[in-house]
């Protein structure tokens, strides 16, 4: 039997005990960065997206090259043709991958080809999901269970494998932040439609990103983003009307944009250690309040 080191297994807490500031670390201090713009630049940072080939992943890695970042592009069929057109729009490095995240051994073998080209990982976004709607759970279709281990492996398990190979690149170069895209559904329960497994299992994502962001504390971010409604094209199984129904339930009166999603993690004068957006709910209140058609929520933050 394998004897467990349990100092492994427990966050190092004296400091609650021996010092009663309210911080544990000092602040970092920002010396260097003059302009507030230079904070959100991903220059030299190499930037993951699962999901991106298309929707809201695509919005966020193209967002990436943009700042500056190299972007690698992530999904079930390599984007290739996306990863090309970035790359010479915005003069970045940029590589596609295809891979099931909710196939570990793959997830572990792309990480560590990303780390071995790359050279390390400084962001990586797990927002590869399905929403497959199965309507109310003692239906027929729910009968065997498999649609809601289906929506579990990839929303759940595949966010799991993601963060367990990231981790020790982030661990192993001591910085590192970690994105999960998790939903308003997280949050509230949605109406008219029943989907209680991706509810359930976008609730356990963003939990889990407060789990992991102890869990890494000492070299690495972790933080959850909960788009509201977005036009990407993942909502399309739904008939008009009851699209219209979710839209007279938004202030605006309408589905976000994936761009509107896009969430740029980068060197920063703010420390958060966990933060949740539910971005549609802002980004209303946002707009009513200063009439802004487009507006990019920054996650700000020191990579240290
Ligand atoms: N659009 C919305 O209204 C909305 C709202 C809240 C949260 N989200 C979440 O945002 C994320 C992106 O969704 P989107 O709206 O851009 O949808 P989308 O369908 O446009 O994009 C999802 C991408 O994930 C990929 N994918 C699916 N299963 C995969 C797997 N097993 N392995 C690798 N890649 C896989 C798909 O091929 C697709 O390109 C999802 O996690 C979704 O749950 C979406």
Known sequence: ???????????????????????????????????????????????????????????????????????????????????????????????????????????DEIIADIENEFGTIDVFVANAGVNIVSGTIINEANADGELWKKVMDINLNGVFY????????????GKGSLIFTGSMSAHIVNL???????????????????????????????NAISPGYCDSGINDYLDKKT???????????????????????????VMLQLTLLVLNWLLMVLTLLFDLSQIFVFNVHVLL
């Not at 967002?63 to 915005?90: M, R, S, T």
């Not at 439609?193 to 972790?222: I, M």
């Not at 699209?243 to 993690?265: A, D």
């Open 1 to 107: 039997m394998t004897a467990h080191n349990f100092n492994d297994n427990v966050a190092d807490t004296h400091y609650l005990l021996d010092d009663q500031s309210p911080l544990p670390k000092p602040s970092p201090r920002v010396v260097k960065e003059n302009k507030i713009l230079d904070l959100f630049s991903l220059k030299g940072k190499v930037c993951v997206v699962t999901g991106s080939g298309h929707g809201i992943g695509l919005a966020v890695a193209e967002g990436y090259a943009q700042a500056g970042g190299d972007v690698v592009f992530w999904d079930l069929q390599a984007p290739e043709k996306e990863a090309l057109k970035i790359a010479q729009e915005n003069g970045v490095k940029t590589k596609a991958y295809a891979g099931d995240v909710t196939d570990a051994v793959r997830v």
């Open 162 to 173: 993601c963060s367990r190979a990231v981790g020790k690149v982030f661990k192993k170069h």
């Open 192 to 222: 008219p439609v029943y989907h209680s497994a991706y509810n359930a299992s976008k609730a356990a994502v963003v939990h889990l990103a407060k789990c992991l962001a102890l869990e890494f504390h000492d070299f690495a971010r972790v």
């Open 243 to 269: 699209r219209q129904r979710w839209w007279s339930l938004i202030p605006m009166g309408r589905e976000g944009l994936c761009k509107e999603c896009v969430v740029l993690i980068c060197t920063s004068l």
